[in-house]
């Protein structure tokens, strides 16, 4: 990764930082006041329905004492009015005639608009009303109940007590925002900070990586959110890249190896033909330059082909393909270097076994395992080819009772340019199982190979099935 990217990586950190920052701070102060408000409209209600239901109870009294003695029992009962606090109350009554009076009015002399009280109820029940004062500092709320015989009683209570009680309440609350903000925007810094810190190590790692510490890795927390998840899969990926260059370092030195060989063919060739001398002596140095180019080619573009493979990028023709055929073609194929060499070549599958698959690079993979066993078989032993339907793929198997594998090598055989030290004296490029595994992997398989020293291999290629 560049600088100039590591450095908008930094950059949008310190954004994402202070957004994260902003927006925490701000639900903090937001939850805060959100908890205040409620809390304020809780207690305001709450003060009110107590206020209410003491006027409640004081109209209950009043309307006992009308019935059991008058108007002049009601007089008496507002005189001793005891639920009602002093300077505070109203009491008033309409008597069935017409006549209003103001019983208990010590309210109503700090110039509330009796008049704004709206009509008397016209059926039973408790009907609320309110008169404003001349500051609208406060306000008297009375509840007037209609009785039997048609008389109207009133009693009211002022807010003053309870507006005074709610005013220091928004002076607290007031004094406690200014806290509440300093602690959102300390706690919004503080949990960005902890949230942000494995993407800080992330640009860390990346600076190192950058400066060739390949070795450096993210630490995964284990707390199982999405920063640590990505930390993990940022070192799986940097596990990855650095098990490439190492197969990629391995790979361009074998190839180093095994080109060098060719090329000093080559190039003795091409100084022969130079040198002079006869015409068939130039034309036979010619004719081995020319196969030492092919041999160099053919090494070239299996790496290619296993490099595309390995990347996803093996591009396919896919086409049904007969499985007895494509064993038989391959025996066909290698049947004169069998017979040259004394061996058994056989092949055996049950009638139509299908396959969906590039049926020129199958044929090229199970080719590359036939000439293999030709090549370690000794004379007289047998090289079977077979096929089978299980679990919904087809097993493709070439069996050969050849030398086997050295139990050291098995682990490395799929590997690119892989030469035991027993194919060192037979001619190749190394390249021909780790073509094969990566032609069937392109079609969704799997290879395996089972083999113990003097009793042979066995490779499996498992396919998709067609019909499954």
Not at 242 to 267: E, S, Y
Not at 294 to 299: G, H, N
Request: with cysteine.
């Amino acid at each position: 990764m560049s600088s100039t990217r590591l450095e908008r990586l930094a950059r949008l950190r310190r954004t994402v930082g202070f957004r994260l920052a902003a927006w925490q701070a701000g639900f903090l102060l937001a939850g805060g006041m959100g908890i205040l408000f409620l809390a304020y409209a809780a207690l305001a209600a709450s003060l009110r329905d107590g206020d209410r239901a003491v006027v409640v109870s004081e109209l209950q009294e009043l309307a006992a004492a009308y019935r059991a003695g008058g108007a002049d029992g009601l007089r008496a009962e507002a005189a001793a009015q005891r639920l009602l606090p002093q300077g505070q109350a109203y009491v008033g009554v309409v008597l069935p005639d017409g006549t209003a009076a103001a019983l208990l009015a010590p309210a109503a002399g700090r110039g509330f608009d009796l008049s704004r009280l709206g009509p008397a109820p016209s059926g039973p029940g408790v009907f609320w009303s309110r008169a404003g004062s001349p500051d609208d500092e406060d306000a008297l709320e009375i509840a007037s109940e209609r009785l039997p015989d048609g008389a109207v009683l009133r009693a009211g209570l002022t807010t003053a007590v309870r507006e005074a009680f709610l005013e220091r309440f928004r002076v607290v609350v007031a004094a406690f925002l200014l806290p509440l903000a300093l602690l959102a925007a300390g706690g919004g810094v503080l949990l960005t900070h902890r949230v942000l810190a494995p993407l800080r190590e992330l640009i860390v790692t990346i600076r190192d990586i950058e400066s060739g510490a390949l070795d450096a890795r993210v630490e995964v927390r284990g707390t199982g959110d999405e920063l640590d998840a990505l930390s993990a899969l940022f070192n799986r990926m940097v596990d990855t890249v650095a098990a490439l260059m190492a197969g990629m370092r391995g790979a361009l030195d074998d190839v180093a190896h095994d080109l060098r060989t060719p090329l000093t063919r080559l190039r003795g060739g091409a100084e022969v033909a130079l040198s002079g001398g006869d015409a068939a002596a130039q034309r036979e140095a010619l004719a081995a330059a020319i196969e030492e180019s092919d041999v160099i080619l053919a090494m070239l573009d299996g790496i290619m082909d296993v490099a595309e493979a390995e990347a996803g990028a093996m591009r396919l023709r896919l086409e049904d393909v007969d499985v007895v055929r494509l064993l038989g073609d391959t025996v066909e194929l290698y049947a004169p270097a069998a017979e040259e060499k004394g061996l058994r070549l056989t092949a055996s599958a049950p009638p139509g076994l299908r396959l969906r698959a590039d049926r020129a690079r199958l044929r090229r993979a199970l080719a590359n395992l036939v000439d293999n066993a030709v090549k370690y078989v000794p004379r007289g032993g047998r090289v079977s080819l077979s096929a089978e339907r299980e679990d919904g793929a087809v097993v493709v198997c070439v069996r050969d009772d050849g030398p086997g594998i050295p139990p050291e090598d098995l682990p490395r055989v799929w590997d690119r340019l892989f030469r035991g030290d027993r194919s060192r004296s037979e001619r190749g490029l190394g390249l021909g199982l780790s073509l094969v595994k990566a032609v069937v992997e392109a079609h969704g398989g799997r290879v395996r190979v089972d083999s113990r020293p003097g009793a042979g291999a066995v490779f499996f290629l498992r396919l998709p099935d067609a019909g499954a």
